[in-house]
């Protein structure tokens, strides 16, 4: 699990080694990126297997695999902020997905402000030419 103080930092503290720890879990996964098919917005990267697609596609509802709990994940189990799937498509040299989603309750991230409100997505901050980061207001999700 990510450190609260990674999440609310204004440093940058890239992680280098995600992919690497990706793959050398012995599990077959892609990069999906998640984007919300109204306004646009790109609300997460994650990561799914053949089965997770597979879930993903028959169920309707996002089904990814978590790298860090190494095992299958249907987006917002716990959270309840589950993302359907509008369309799924894959990039030219097949080696990631984009899955085009509605956000059934307006959040995506597992994130919150520091007013405990949860965030729409992910991308919240923004990096300056200096290596800072700057929070962002995101546009207000749709109401649903």
Aim: include cysteine; hydrophobic fraction near 35%.
């Amino acid at each position: 699990m990510v450190s609260p103080d990674i999440e609310q930092s204004t440093k940058l503290q890239l992680d280098w080694n995600k992919l690497t720890a990706a793959g050398g879990s012995n599990r077959a996964v892609v990069p999906v990126v998640l984007q919300d098919s109204i306004s646009r917005d790109v609300l997460f990267v994650g990561y799914t297997d053949e089965a997770g697609l597979a879930e993903s596609l028959s169920t309707g509802d996002v089904v990814l695999f978590s790298t860090s709990r190494q095992e299958r994940w249907h987006k917002g189990a716990t959270s309840g902020d589950t993302l359907r799937l509008v369309q799924a498509r894959v990039n030219c040299e097949q080696n990631s997905l984009l899955y085009l989603v509605e956000r059934t309750t307006g959040r995506a991230c597992h994130t919150y402000h520091l007013d405990g409100r949860t965030r729409a997505h992910c991308y919240y901050r923004e990096l300056s030419d200096t290596g800072t980061l700057r929070f962002v207001e995101a546009r207000q999700a749709p109401q649903l």
